[in-house]
């Protein structure tokens, strides 16, 4: 429900528009796909992605010969597909591997996109599940960030390791593993800090924080989460684009898509990078993080 009211600007934004194109045709002609193409592409569906969509849709008009009035349900097909297709693992549950303890989550993404809060809500849910959870403040150029999750850790009653500002972000990362192994806990989440600056810094940093949790836990980080603002549109995909080539990228939160018409973007985002969404941010309440699943999105998309 909240996923519905979240996404109805997106949703109003596209549906209206596309009907509006729609309005007295009955063939899908080369008019029609162009508009369609207008269409997604200011829904910040990603102009690659938008590409794809068309040509496959246009290959169905060939073959099936529908008319403008399906032109809806097979656009909620195609865009299913391609979410099938990048979210391949679906998580139905806030839950954890059985045989990974501590499983280990490093938060990368840029500062204001949400970063904090989303660490504050997963601790928080994986607590009401019964885990124990411990969380480590590598941001430690931003004063406020190492506060901002203590506020965080105390809400939802976690540990919270932190050295301070200034300090090593890979001295945090590595204490706060160490701590998860010490208490074995279930999950240790560890903020970092999200200066996107050029290519390689942020890669030989994002490099020294794994390798100095993987003297811990050889296997660890088990998880590298990006969160990106979804209400930033094309700017969450540049950053996308970052991350991923700065570090392995193996789960994306997307945040702030309530209230937002630029909700398209999660569609894009799946596409290009073919990483999974895992979460995403409907709110700023401690409650407003839900597991991403794409028929639901979808769904809400076009209800
Ligand atoms: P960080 O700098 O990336 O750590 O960002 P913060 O966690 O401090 O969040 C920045 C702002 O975005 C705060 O005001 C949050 O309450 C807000 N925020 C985070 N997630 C969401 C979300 O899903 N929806 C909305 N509306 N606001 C959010």
Redo the contacts with the bound molecule.
Sequence with gaps: EKLDQGLEKTKKNFLSKLGKKLVGKSKVDDEVLDDLEEVLISSDVGVDTTIKIIERIEERVKKEKFFANELDGILKDEIADLLAESNQDNVEEFDLPKNTKPYVIMVV??????????I?KLANQFKLAGKEVVLGAA?TFRAA?VD?LKVWGERVGVPVIELGMNKDPASVAFDAVEKGVEMNADVVIV?TA?RLQTKVPLMNELSKIKRVMSKVIPEAPHEVLL?L?GSTGQNAISQAKAFTEATEVTALAI?????TAKGGVVIGISDQFKVPVKY?????GIE??QIFNKHEFVDSLFK
Aim: aromatic share 0%; net charge negative.
């Design positions: 993404g840029v500062n204001g996109v949400g970063k904090t809060t989303t504050g941001d960030a901002q903020d999200g969160v603002d945040t702030k898509l309530d209230g995403i941010g409907v709110g700023e407003d993080l």
